[in-house]
């Protein structure tokens, strides 16, 4: 069986990141869930009260040999999110909506702060970049109605508005990252 990584990723509503995330080459599987707080409140009606420490966040397992995790964090910062903005993404406003990369490993915390001060070296965006850096505390999975939500609501208008745009951002940006298949959970979870 081939090598697999993990790379924690917060960015606004997990629907979006998990939709965009499972069509990219080189992924394996995405899992929606909660990283930042502790076990017993990584819940989401907990986690939207905004006093839990939880970010919605994305666990995406990857093939390195395949796609690094620079690439995905250059897929994070360019299409998955916007990481200028502080506590909020789209409609979504609190800290559970934050721009936050979780590293679990020294090299993946190495490259998420090298790639941010090369992007604020750069001046890429406008305003300075807000993402958090901390290390990975633990990762629990949503609720199983959270999985897959995009595949499985393509027409809800907040899909059509805020998400369906990142991927189409994703084919037409970096078309040798795009699968056009997305990798889905399935239905055991």
């Not at 080189?26 to 929606?32: E, I, M, N, S, Y």
């Not at 609501?153 to 951002?169: G, T």
Request: glycine share 8%.
């Amino acid at each position: 069986m081939a090598q697999t990584e993990r790379a924690i990723l917060a960015g606004g509503c997990f629907w979006g990141m998990q939709g965009m995330f499972e069509h990219v080459r080189g992924v394996t599987r995405v899992v929606a869930g909660y990283s930042g707080g502790e076990e017993t409140t990584a819940h989401y009606e907990m986690v939207g009260t905004e006093t839990t420490g939880h970010a919605e966040s994305v666990q995406i397992t990857y093939d390195p040999k395949q796609i690094s995790y620079g690439r995905l964090l250059q897929l994070y910062f360019s299409v998955a999110h916007d990481p200028t903005e502080l506590n909020r993404q789209g409609p979504d406003t609190g800290p559970s909506y934050r721009s936050e990369i979780f590293f679990a490993t020294p090299e993946q915390e190495r490259v998420a702060r090298a790639y941010v001060a090369q992007l604020d070296g750069a001046k890429v965006f406008s305003s300075p970049i807000v993402t958090k850096i901390a290390p990975l505390k633990g990762f629990y999975p949503a609720e199983g109605y959270h999985q897959d939500y995009l595949i499985h609501h393509p027409e809800q208008p907040y899909i059509v508005f805020n998400d369906l745009p990142k991927i189409a951002a994703l084919k037409r940006v970096y078309p040798q990252s795009y699968r056009a298949e997305p990798v889905m959970l399935g239905s055991s979870h």
